[in-house]
C-alpha cells in the first residue's frame, strides 16, 4: 500500500489537494511523504520475506540468511545519516526483535 501510495503521490496530491472533493483533511505535507518513502523502503524487505515464506514451509537454511539479509539492511539504515529519528526508533525495535527470534536458532536440531 506504501509503495502504492508513493508511485502515485501526484495522483494523490491533486486528489487531496482539490477542495472539491473534501479530502483536504487528507492532503500530506512534504514531510509525511518523506516518512511514506521511508517506511516503504524499510518495509520492503519484510514484505519480500513474508511472501517467500508464505510459498510453503520455510526451514533453517533459507531463514537464517534471509534474517541475515533484513539484519544489514536494518544496520545499514541506522548507520544512514539520513533515516528519520522515528524511522530510526522503528528499526531498532525491529532489529532487538529480529535478534530474539535469532537467538532461538542455536536451539534448532538441524540433524
Given at each position: 500500500?506504501?509503495?502504492?501510495?508513493?508511485?502515485?503521490?501526484?495522483?494523490?496530491d491533486?486528489?487531496?489537494?482539490?477542495?472539491?472533493?473534501?479530502?483536504?483533511?487528507f492532503?500530506?505535507?512534504?514531510?509525511?511523504?518523506?516518512?511514506?518513502?521511508?517506511?516503504?523502503?524499510?518495509?520492503?524487505?519484510?514484505?519480500?520475506?513474508?511472501?517467500?515464506?508464505?510459498?510453503?514451509?520455510?526451514?533453517?537454511?533459507?531463514?537464517?540468511?534471509?534474517?541475515?539479509?533484513?539484519?544489514?539492511?536494518?544496520?545499514?539504515?541506522l548507520?544512514?545519516?539520513?533515516?528519520?529519528t522515528?524511522?530510526r526508533?522503528?528499526i531498532?525495535s525491529?532489529?532487538?526483535?529480529?535478534?530474539?527470534?535469532?537467538?532461538?536458532?542455536?536451539?534448532?536440531?538441524?540433524?
Amino acid at each position: 500500500m506504501l509503495e502504492f501510495a508513493w508511485e502515485y503521490k501526484k495522483a494523490i496530491d491533486e486528489l487531496t489537494k482539490n477542495a472539491a472533493n473534501k479530502l483536504r483533511d487528507f492532503e500530506l505535507t512534504s514531510t509525511e511523504w518523506d516518512m511514506v518513502r521511508e517506511l516503504a523502503t524499510t518495509l520492503k524487505p519484510l514484505k519480500d520475506a513474508t511472501l517467500l515464506f508464505s510459498t510453503g514451509s520455510p526451514n533453517l537454511p533459507y531463514v537464517i540468511p534471509v534474517m541475515d539479509r533484513i539484519d544489514t539492511l536494518f544496520t545499514e539504515a541506522l548507520r544512514d545519516t539520513a533515516t528519520g529519528t522515528v524511522m530510526r526508533t522503528a528499526i531498532q525495535s525491529a532489529k532487538k526483535t529480529l535478534n530474539k527470534y535469532y537467538s532461538h536458532t542455536d536451539d534448532v536440531e538441524i540433524y
